[in-house]
């Protein structure tokens, strides 16, 4: 049974950091690519950051610089460390595999306010 439970999220303000974690079971991890995604109110959902089985990474524009990706395959977790934390990046945050097409977690929530 695939399971993607994602935490870590919270309020804080402009310039702040966050750092997301996925647990991930039910496929092998370390055959997946993982990735995050974000959904905020009234917005489509859209991809913030992906790691292939090898490590290499890529981000959008919109992101690059500020969050990474990263992955421990030990203990079938992928993380999103998010720096310099901007208003716009408020959003649910969901973490997604390649090895589980289709299924989405509960997300977490990472809102950016002064």
């Known amino acids: 049974q695939v399971q993607l439970v994602e935490s870590g999220g919270g309020s804080v303000q402009p310039g702040g950091s966050l750092r997301l974690s996925c647990a991930a079971s039910?496929?092998?991890?370390?055959?997946?690519?993982m990735s995050w995604h974000r959904q905020a109110p009234g917005k489509e959902r859209e991809w913030v950051a992906v790691?292939?089985?090898?490590?290499?990474?890529k981000y959008p524009d919109s992101v690059r610089g500020r969050f990474t990706i990263s992955r421990d395959n030990s203990k079938n977790t992928v993380y999103l460390q998010m720096n310099s934390l901007e208003p716009e990046d408020t959003a649910v945050y969901y973490c997604?595999?390649?090895?589980?097409?289709?299924?989405w977690g509960q997300g977490t929530q990472v809102t950016v306010s002064s």
């Open positions: 790691i292939t089985v090898g490590g290499a990474t």
């Open positions: 039910g496929f092998i991890f370390s055959d997946a690519v």
């Open positions: 997604y595999s390649n090895r589980a097409i289709g299924y």
